[in-house]
């Protein structure tokens, strides 16, 4: 399974409000961490806020912090906001249909998207903020969208 940018955006966005839930951060802050377009991350900001998940503080010094509970919040409620996590698309079904083989991969594939998403829906923000502190290197700081351009 790959995610789109903007589930990307949005998971990296909420794990920065949580880990420095003490502040308010800007989108230029959380944009410039990750090397992306203010622009783009803005709009990913909109549907988060929408959400519950990150309250806007108005005003000088204002900004974004976390809002959501991040005990009871998976990856899987932050990736939905952004795209269908479930079954592949009917246009696909309907080849695959045709043929025994067809609907035998079918089934395959619709097993992996039950796993991908028990999967995204046991991971909390809270223990995802744990596995980021396990693969933090110190003095590094690349960017994770960017890493994989050139």
């Known amino acids: 399974m790959k995610l789109q940018i903007s589930s990307q955006l949005a998971v990296f966005a909420v794990l920065e409000l949580y880990a420095r ?30 959400s519950g998940l990150v309250r806007s503080v108005r005003g000088a010094g204002g900004g974004y912090q976390f809002a959501g509970n991040a005990r009871r919040t998976t990856l899987l409620d932050i990736v939905e906001l952004f795209e269908n996590a479930g079954p592949a698309a009917r246009n696909d079904e309907e080849l695959a ?20 998403r028990s999967t995204l829906g046991s991971i909390t923000i809270a223990t995802m903020k744990r596995l980021v502190a396990q693969h933090e290197v110190p003095g590094k700081t ?7 351009r050139g």
């Open 21 to 50: 839930r003490e502040e308010q951060l800007s989108v230029a802050e959380i944009a410039s961490k990750y090397e992306v377009s203010p622009h783009h991350l803005a709009k990913v900001m909109n549907v988060l806020g929408r």
């Open 97 to 116: 249909e045709r043929t025994g083989e067809g609907r035998a991969l079918l089934q395959v594939m619709k097993e992996i998207d039950d796993i991908a």
């Open 142 to 148: 690349a960017s994770a969208l960017g890493a994989g």
